[in-house]
């Protein structure tokens, strides 16, 4: 049960890394790996969209800690697919969510259905044979 706890708290901290990285980044004006990076107004005209990302590495950190615990107490066959759930939490968020912008379509749909079924198809009990 601990490594459950574990790997759903990856989960949550994945998909919310992935939802602040896509707003920061899509906030962020246009730019290029020139000078532009050394001048601090552009810099902290653009604070909120660094503040995004940030907040997005902290979690992919964060969500990493709680991984490693998730596999110290799940088998891998059991914690992987777990993690596969924030792939649905993401597209959910990314549809729901107006300022992402994001379209729902039936073959997404159709592919999170299927995530959804590997995911409970491996989960499910182990039956041993006599």
Partial sequence: M?????GI??????TLAQLCLKA???????FKLNHQWMDV?????????FGLIFIGLIGYVLSMVCWLF????LALSKAYPLISLSYVLVYLFAV???WFNESATLIKFVGVV????????????EVTRK
């Avoid at 107004?41 to 969209?49: C, I, K, S």
């Avoid at 299927?114 to 009990?125: K, N, Q």
């Fill in 41 to 49: 107004n552009w810099l902290l005209e653009n604070l909120p969209a």
């Fill in 9 to 14: 708290g990856s989960v949550i901290l994945t």
């Fill in 24 to 30: 920061g980044v899509t906030i962020l004006p246009e």
């Fill in 2 to 6: 601990k490594g459950y706890f574990w």
């Fill in 70 to 73: 998730a596999l110290k107490f």
């Fill in 96 to 98: 729901t969510l107006p």
């Fill in 114 to 125: 299927f995530i959804l079924l590997g995911i409970w198809i491996i989960s499910r009990p």
